[in-house]
């Protein structure tokens, strides 16, 4: 066995050693992507033998909100005291909450072991990225954007198709226990060919940030969640998460400037890239995770597209964001220069998403296939570019908070994409329904404004022609504000600066120019096998 740097090398000559480390990390990518698409396609399955229909939304809550407050925390542990423990770390835990997840006997232990699974969840997206970071250089890095785009379309299309198969044939806690075998493969490899060099913080890890910095964001998530679903917007427990979540990032921030080893270090925001980058990771979260959930539901409600391929229904948008995003990379490895990316991107998403707000009940699916590919080709520009040029600002020492911190504005950002994209259709339903149908419409949907096949079937025809009318024109509010605010990511990206990748050379650990770049300070020593 010898030992290679990586660090020196290009992707045509990679050891096989670590191929065998990103096709690991690539499963990995896919189990944190795949558990809530395949989850939520056994929910009806699960309901019906554990009951507790009434905390049904907390099995999906705990797991979301244990994510995004362990994300930070995750990248904050692999600085300080080494990236490859903390991953298998994450990935144990994750194994152990999905093992659980599948043995729980009532709702109430699958919310708890979902909590569990979803504290896991919150390093492997990070691990991932920050492992990268270390083992390709910025400028060869832009190579594997194609794969890991095509891991997350993979996931967005198969993830409903494999759900609805392992519940059909082989029972709801298949869909925790598949985890298992692909998780101890990912493990394995990178327990046995994986070699980073070791840490050691002389500082205890910021125990007080990590919990205001929790409070604030699961405050944050909750207020997403609930508002205008299970409270009014203006109710007070929605107030009281508000002033809760403000008080403790406002407190977050105050701290991190004593602290001796913050858990999210404020000097990475000093660079302009990063902090841009965090805005439009926050944008492309709102606007990717908004289309995800209101497209399938205007070909279901309008278009009369079958449920069961759901996933299949945004096979244009993904396509097109999979093939741009390989066009991307491979030209930013070519060239070194991004900014092309984020401008052209954001353009197309602003066009995109405006398009879709034009479909109404005549649409074809055709028509509307094309609009969602113009939107899959800005988002393949912004996806992994945002990752990639966030960790090319920052030292290699604040790898993983940066990592961390870019996931998790992008979570944010689907946190409120979601919830108020989804306030704004479910109104504009309500509305609609009222004015088409009278009593009658509103009576439709007071329970819920996004109607299955089995209840849209059951409906009168003028009911139902009401109701098809009220979904187009709720996609039309709901995309028109996505519009809208992918401009900010277009202002972002026009102040973007075209900083140089780092390539392959030697490397020091000095901030450059006022963006505060880092080399890769130490190469990563794979064992070649």
């Not at 074809?364 to 988002?379: D, I, N, P, Q």
């Not at 003028?462 to 605010?485: C, I, K």
Request: glycine fraction near 12%; proline fraction near 3%.
């Amino acid at each position: 066995m010898a030992d290679t740097e990586t660090a020196g090398t290009g992707a045509e000559k990679q050891p096989r050693s670590v191929r065998v480390i990103l096709l690991a990390l690539m499963i990995t990518m896919m189990l944190a992507m795949l558990d809530n698409m395949i989850v939520g396609t056994a929910m009806p399955t699960i309901v019906g033998e554990l009951g507790g229909l009434e905390h049904l939304s907390w099995v999906v809550t705990a797991y979301t909100l244990a994510t995004a407050a362990s994300t930070p925390i995750w990248g904050k542990l692999g600085d300080m005291y080494g990236r490859k423990g903390a991953f298998m770390t994450s990935i144990v835990i994750f194994l152990i909450g999905s093992a659980l997840s599948g043995m729980a006997q009532n709702m109430g232990e699958l919310i708890g072991f979902r909590a569990i699974q979803g504290l896991g969840a919150g390093g492997l997206m990070v691990g991932v990225m920050a492992i990268i970071g270390d083992l390709i250089p910025p400028r060869e890095r832009g190579k594997y954007q194609g794969m890991m785009a095509g891991v997350m379309a993979l996931a967005m299309i198969g993830g409903p198709l494999v759900g609805g198969t392992i519940t059909d044939n082989w029972g709801w806690r298949w869909s925790f226990y598949i985890n298992l075998p692909l998780g101890v493969v990912a493990l394995t490899a990178i327990s046995v060919v994986l070699h980073l060099p070791k840490k050691r913080a002389k500082t205890r890890i910021d125990y007080l940030g990590a919990g205001l910095l929790t409070l604030g964001i699961t405050s944050i998530v909750l207020v997403t969640t609930w508002g205008g679903s299970e409270y009014a917007w203006s109710s007070a427990r929605i107030m009281e998460l508000i002033a809760i979540g403000v008080a403790s990032l406002i407190g977050f921030v105050f701290w991190q400037r004593k602290a001796a080893e913050p858990i999210l270090p404020l000097h990475i925001f000093r660079s302009r890239n990063f902090t841009l980058m965090s805005v439009i990771g926050f944008v492309t979260g709102f606007v990717m995770f908004g289309a995800t959930l209101f497209l399938p539901l205007y070909q279901q409600s309008v278009q009369n597209a079958s449920a069961t391929n759901s996933g299949l229904l945004l096979l244009p948008m993904l396509g097109a964001m999979l093939v741009t995003s390989m066009v991307a990379g491979r030209v930013t490895t070519s060239s070194g220069k991004y900014k092309v990316f984020p401008v052209v991107g954001s353009v197309l998403m602003v066009v995109g998403l405006y398009l879709l707000s034009t479909m109404d009940t005549g649409t074809s699916r055709f028509t509307s296939g094309v609009f969602m590919a113009v939107v899959g080709l800005g988002m393949g520009c912004l996806m992994q570019i945002t990752m990639l040029v966030a960790q090319n600002s920052v030292q290699m020492k604040d790898m993983g908070v940066a990592s961390s911190s870019t996931t998790l504005f992008r979570t944010l950002g689907s946190s409120f994409g979601v919830a108020i994209m989804g306030a704004l259709f479910n109104n504009r339903v309500q509305d609609v329904m009222s004015e088409r149908a009278g009593a009658l419409g509103s009576k439709v949907t007071e329970q819920s404004a996004q109607l299955d096949a089995a209840s849209l079937a059951k409906l009168p025809v003028a009911a139902r022609e009401a109701y098809q009318h009220a979904v187009s024109s709720g996609t039309h509010s709901a995309f028109l504000l996505g519009s809208v605010v992918a401009v900010v990511a277009l202002v972002a990206a026009v102040f973007v600066k075209e900083v140089p990748l780092k390539g392959a050379g030697p490397a020091t650990d000095k901030p450059g120019e006022d963006e505060g770049t880092g080399t890769v300070a130490q190469a990563p020593i794979v064992e070649a096998v």
